[in-house]
């Protein structure tokens, strides 16, 4: 993607190509259960859904980390699943369970209409539109959406698996059912991506979480064509769309993520070694990544030296530190801290 003219705020200029003296720092899920006044919040809002579809509640969230830390981008507070239940697909979080539908059936694909979903998702929207006036002018806002094949795993499946069978079963199966279903929420994501965008988003991150498990054949048909599909439509609604894209394991395919799909940066999972990403992608490529959260988890002097290892790393390009994963609830806060303070080169 041709760079564009910096914007003066560093993560959002980073995206764009333009590299930082200092690397900026976000994290995936800051906005979370390790937070006390989080989980204040949360109870206060009812069901896990209710918070997602209360704007003055989510709003709310995603800025206390900001409010705790030099983050320097707030993510909205919302969750993949928001599009099957706009789509009309029952959705529901259970306690120590997680999200959990009603799996679709090849016969279901039919009604489910894209069209539907950004009026549905009004309140996500008005979120986001509360939450810019709040930022600083250097802060960025991040919008984001599940990838159409972590999204139908769900969809097929009724929560999350290990393995994600019950999917890679139905597009083998039901080819024409599953291209209909991907075609659906390629189209979905887009409008609702657009619509983030319109309402105060800067950028956005798409999650493909479920990159993992698929042969090379599948994870062009199911990954790297929905994505690309997505990344196009985006642009269509979007011109210039800066987009991250996070393909959660896909290890040996990540090269031809980027290549097809036409992402502006690429997330690295922490399983991905820091040489091979370095000589693998082109030095104009933004990157981001990519802490093991349970580094972060145990802290010290290990997770300074590896946070220090990642940054040199990836010194010579546009660079965006991360985990490699969202940050884990058992995450003791002091040890955020301590992780910013070192990426940003602030500790005594």
């Known amino acids: 993607m041709t760079q564009t003219s910096p914007q003066g705020k560093p993560l959002l200029d980073t995206v764009l190509g333009h590299r930082q003296a200092t690397p900026p720092i976000w994290i995936m899920r800051q906005a979370g259960r390790y937070l006390p006044e989080y989980l204040k919040v949360r109870e206060e809002a009812g069901s896990f859904l209710d918070l997602c579809y209360n704007p003055k509640l989510a709003a709310e969230v995603t800025l206390q980390p900001l409010k705790r830390f030099d983050l320097d981008a707030a993510i909205l507070f919302s969750d993949i699943l928001v599009i099957p239940d706009a789509l009309g697909q029952s959705v529901r979080f259970e306690k120590g369970e997680g999200p959990m539908l009603e799996p679709i059936k090849a016969s279901d694909v039919a009604r489910l209409d894209p069209e539907r979903v950004v009026e549905r998702l009004a309140p996500v929207l008005e979120t986001l539109s ?3 006036p709040a930022l600083a002018p250097d802060k ?5 959406c599940g990838a159409p094949w972590t999204v139908a795993t769900y969809m097929i499946g009724g929560r999350g698996s290990p393995d994600q069978a019950a999917a890679r079963i139905f597009a083998l199966e039901h080819p ?3 291209s209909a279903l991907m075609d659906v929420l390629v189209e979905a994501s887009a409008l609702y ?4 965008f319109k309402s105060g988003a800067d950028m956005v991150q798409i999650f493909e979480s479920w990159a993992l498990n698929l042969d090379e054949t599948a994870f062009r048909t199911n990954v790297i064509e929905p994505n690309r599909r997505l990344v196009a439509r985006l642009r269509e609604l979007i011109p210039g769309a800066p987009i991250t894209g ?3 394991g896909a290890a040996g395919m990540l090269a031809e993520y980027v290549e ?6 690429l997330g690295l999972d922490y399983a991905t070694p820091l040489d091979f990403a370095s000589s693998t992608f082109a030095k104009t ?5 990519n802490l093991d959260p349970l580094r972060l988890v145990a802290g010290g002097e290990q997770m300074r030296t590896r946070a220090r290892e990642i940054v040199s790393a990836f010194a010579d390009r546009p660079h965006i530190f991360n985990l490699g994963h969202g940050i884990v609830p058992q995450t003791p806060i002091d040890h955020v801290a301590d992780l910013i303070a070192t990426v940003k080169g602030t500790r005594d």
């Open 193 to 196: 991506l657009a619509a983030q």
């Open 140 to 144: 960025t806002l991040i919008g984001f």
């Open 176 to 178: 024409e059912a599953f």
């Open 260 to 265: 097809k799909t036409g992402v502006s940066a």
């Open 246 to 248: 996070f393909p959660r």
């Open 130 to 132: 509360r939450i810019k």
């Open 285 to 289: 490529l933004p990157l981001q990544g």
